[in-house]
């Protein structure tokens, strides 16, 4: 069972990105994901997050309007498209996932928080950094 992120890298202020969260040994089906980002020296925070069953998607408030969260079902993924980005996105994103309702995963996301209960499995995580 594991997690795995990717689509991280280096991207000028405005720019974009797209992360991916691919499940490896299980599916998503009867949970939620959601994205969590670390900067440097800071707590871990909620991002964004989706439920797998109704497609419901959260989002914390420095994500609104900038950041979707999808689910591809075909490739077992979940993605984060990032949009306008800024230099207060710098970031290691990370992914997790908790059987729904979820309502820890969903709490901690929109309130941009650090997880409120110990999730299994989280990613390795993946460096985004936003610099011109």
């Known amino acids: 069972v594991q997690l795995v992120e990717s689509g991280g890298g280096l991207v000028q202020p405005g720019g974009s990105l797209r992360l991916s969260c691919a499940a490896s040994g299980f599916t998503f089906d009867g949970a939620a994901v959601g994205w969590f980002r670390q900067a440097p020296g800071k707590e871990r925070e909620g991002v964004a997050g989706i439920s797998t069953r109704d497609g419901n998607t959260y989002y914390a408030d420095s994500a609104k309007g900038r950041f979707t969260i999808s689910i591809d079902s075909a490739k077992n993924t979940v993605d984060l498209q990032m949009n306008s980005l800024k230099p207060e996105d710098t970031a290691v994103y990370y992914c997790?996932?908790?059987?729904?309702?979820?309502?820890?995963?969903?709490?901690?996301?929109?309130?941009?928080?650090?997880?409120?209960?110990?999730?299994?499995?989280w990613g390795q995580g993946t460096q985004v950094t936003v610099s011109s």
């Open positions: 997790t996932t908790e059987p729904l309702p979820a309502i820890a995963l969903k709490s901690s996301i929109i309130k941009g928080i650090g997880p409120l209960r110990s999730f299994t499995h």
